[in-house]
C-alpha cells in the first residue's frame, strides 16, 4: 500500500480505502464485511468510508461493531461519515445546524467511537445557507466530534463559498470533496476541480471507481444474479447503464478489456489503477460484495505502473469515443 495526503491537510491515507454503501447491513452478511475489514486492513487501508443513510444507519453499526471487536489501535485508522439523509421527518435531513449536529452525534454512537476523522455534507442542500452548514461543521471541529470536514457531489461554485465563508469568519474550511470518479465519470475532477486543488489545497476521496461494477464488464451480456444492479432498489443504475448503453459504452468497455489482457491484469484492476493515476485523487474508495472482489481488487496497486504514458494514451483514445452522462 502507498499512502497519499489528503490534499494539503497532513492527513495520510491509504491510496486505496474501503467502503460500505449498498453491501453492509443489506446485500452481504456480517461475516462476509468483518473479512473484508479485515483482509483491508492487513493490507494497509487505513481508510474506511461510511455514511447515516447507508442502510438506514446499520452499515454504520456493522463497521462499529467490527471495530470494537478488531480494536484496532485508533490512530492507525481514519473513519468517516457523512449527513444528509437521516430520515423523512422535518430536521432529519438536510444540513441545517440541527440535522448536521445530531447525525454526528447518532454516527458517533453507531460507530462506537469518539471522533469522526471526516464528515462530509453527502450533498448540497438548497435550502440551507452554506453559512450555516459551515459554522455547524466549525463547531463540531471545536469540540473535538469530527477531525476535517468536507463535501460529496458539491459544485467547485458551492465549495468555494463554503472556503471564502470559513477564511473570511475564522472558521474551519473544507479540507476534502467525495465525488464520483472513474473512466466513465471524468468531467468533475479532470475539469470543474481542477483549479480547487492547488488554490484551496482540496483533497479528494473518490467513490465508485468500477462505476457501481459496469466497469469490469459483467454487464455486458446481462444483469448475473446477486449482482448490485440485480437487486430492486438499484433499478435506477440499470436505467444509467441503458443509457450508458445507447452511447456505445459496450464497444468502450470491450476495448478497456483488452488493454487490461495485454497488460496482463484484469479489467477491475485496469479500471482502479487508472484512477490512481491521477495526483489530484487522494484515495479510491474501493467497494465489495465478496472478499474475493477486494483481494482482485487489492492487486490494482501493481498494475499502476504498467500505465505508462502509451497506454494512458490508448484508454484516452477508448474512453473519447464514450460522452458521459450529465449525471
Ligand atoms: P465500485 O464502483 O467499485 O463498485 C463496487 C461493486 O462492484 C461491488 O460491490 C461489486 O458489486 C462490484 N465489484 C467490485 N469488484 C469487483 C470485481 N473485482 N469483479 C466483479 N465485480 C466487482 O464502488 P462503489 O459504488 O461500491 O463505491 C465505493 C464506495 O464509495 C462506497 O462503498 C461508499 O463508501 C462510497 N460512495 C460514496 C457516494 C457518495 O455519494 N459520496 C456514492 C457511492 C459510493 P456486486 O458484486 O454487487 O456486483
Known amino acids: 500500500m502507498f ?8 492527513l495520510q491515507v491509504s491510496a486505496l480505502s474501503f467502503g460500505s454503501w449498498v453491501t453492509f447491513g443489506d446485500q452481504i452478511g456480517n461475516s462476509v464485511a468483518e473479512a473484508c475489514m479485515q483482509k483491508a ?51 432529519q435531513e438536510g444540513l441545517s445546524r440541527k440535522h448536521v449536529i445530531e447525525a454526528c452525534h447518532a454516527a458517533l454512537k453507531r460507530l462506537r467511537v469518539e471522533y469522526l476523522d471526516l464528515y462530509f455534507c453527502h450533498r448540497p442542500d438548497p435550502n440551507t445557507p452554506i453559512e450555516e452548514t459551515v459554522r455547524a ?29 470559513a477564511r473570511e469568519c475564522y472558521l ?50 446481462g444483469i448475473p444474479d446477486g ?42 484492476q485496469l479500471a482502479i489503477a487508472w484512477c490512481l493515476k491521477n495526483r489530484n485523487v487522494s484515495t479510491v474508495i474501493l467497494g465489495a460484495s465478496h472478499l474475493e472482489q477486494l483481494e482482485e481488487n487489492l492487486k490494482s496497486l501493481d498494475a499502476v505502473e504498467s500505465l505508462d504514458d502509451e497506454i494512458m494514451g490508448e484508454i484516452d483514445i477508448a474512453l473519447s469515443r464514450f460522452v458521459e452522462l450529465e449525471s
Not at 3 to 10: A, E, F, H, N, V
Open 3 to 10: 499512502y497519499r495526503r489528503l490534499g494539503k491537510s497532513g
Open 41 to 91: 486492513y492487513e493490507a494497509g487501508i487505513n481508510f474506511f468510508d461510511n455514511a447515516e443513510s447507508y442502510a438506514g444507519g446499520r452499515s454504520e453499526e456493522i463497521m462499529g461493531s467490527i471495530l470494537d471487536k478488531f480494536a484496532w489501535p485508533r490512530d492507525t485508522y481514519v473513519l468517516s461519515s457523512k449527513v444528509f439523509w437521516g430520515g423523512k421527518k422535518p430536521n
Open 137 to 165: 461543521m466549525d463547531t463540531l471541529v471545536q469540540q473535538g466530534k469530527i477531525l476535517y470536514w468536507g463535501t460529496s457531489e458539491w459544485s467547485a461554485a458551492e465549495i468555494m463559498e463554503a472556503y471564502a465563508i
Open 227 to 268: 449482482s448490485r444492479l440485480s437487486m430492486p432498489a438499484y433499478d435506477f443504475l440499470v436505467k444509467r447503464f441503458e443509457r450508458m448503453r445507447e452511447r456505445g459504452v459496450i464497444e468502450v468497455l470491450d476495448t478497456i478489456q483488452s488493454i487490461a489482457c495485454k497488460l496482463g491484469t484484469t479489467m477491475p
Open 172 to 221: 474551519t474550511p473544507p479540507t476534502m470533496e467525495q465525488p464520483q470518479y472513474n473512466m466513465l465519470v471524468r468531467r468533475k475532477v479532470e475539469e470543474e476541480f481542477k483549479r480547487l486543488y492547488e488554490s484551496i489545497g482540496l483533497g479528494t476521496t473518490i467513490w465508485s471507481p468500477l462505476a457501481s461494477g459496469f466497469l469490469t464488464g459483467k454487464y455486458n451480456q
